[in-house]
């Protein structure tokens, strides 16, 4: 026969257990990831375009934010010739910047003799509403390879992180994530010929 206590420990353990599952359960919802399945080899010295980003959120500039930060990443992965689409700003800081098709900026990378060229678009970039408001960013990124024409390598995904965390470190560790699938190397130097 059950004692009180006895009811008590079970109902106490039956708890601990439902709380490791719930903490365990918030912990995996907060980071919700795509880590790119190929990947790419890219020469350091090779010219790779940086092209405007799409911005499918309702907040203003988010493709901005989130080029400046994939520029930064692939000059640190050492990308030494990346070349940034010139973005013309309104006279009117109200206005958004014009609107450039993905045809006109590939044109653009072309003349600019760029052998790849970097597309995508910003699918989330906000603070969730609610009591902690997590951040939460979302990005998709290609990779054309522009003598071909085609797509080499693409990679998406969405993140969010907890309340204390800013949107733009959340949004930099994804973006990092998914450019882990782009590998910049350099050629070895030249070996010193012997002289005869």
Request: aromatic share 6%; charged share 20%.
């Amino acid at each position: 026969m059950w004692t009180r206590n006895d009811a008590f420990g079970w109902l106490r353990g039956v708890a601990r257990v439902a709380l490791l599952a719930g903490a365990l359960g918030s912990l995996a919802a907060c980071v919700t990831q795509a880590i790119p399945g190929s990947r790419v080899n890219l020469d350091a010295k090779a010219r790779v375009a940086l092209l405007p980003l799409a911005n499918a959120t309702e907040v203003p500039q988010a493709q901005e934010r989130v080029g400046a930060i994939v520029g930064s990443l692939l000059r640190q992965k050492g990308l030494e010739d990346l070349v940034v689409y010139p973005q013309k700003l309104p006279d009117n800081p109200l206005e958004g910047a014009p609107v450039v098709t993905p045809e006109q900026a590939l044109d653009w990378a072309r003349k600019q003799d760029a052998r790849y060229a970097i597309t995508g678009t910003v699918t989330e970039w906000r603070y969730k509403t609610g009591v902690d408001n997590e951040p939460a960013a979302g990005v998709t990124l290609q990779l054309h390879e522009l003598p071909s024409g085609r797509v080499i390598w693409s990679a998406s995904g969405g993140r969010t992180g907890w309340g204390y965390q800013g949107l733009a470190a959340v949004g930099q560790a994804q973006i990092a994530d998914l450019l882990s699938g782009i590998t910049v190397t350099t050629a070895p130097p030249a070996k010193p010929q012997a002289k005869e």
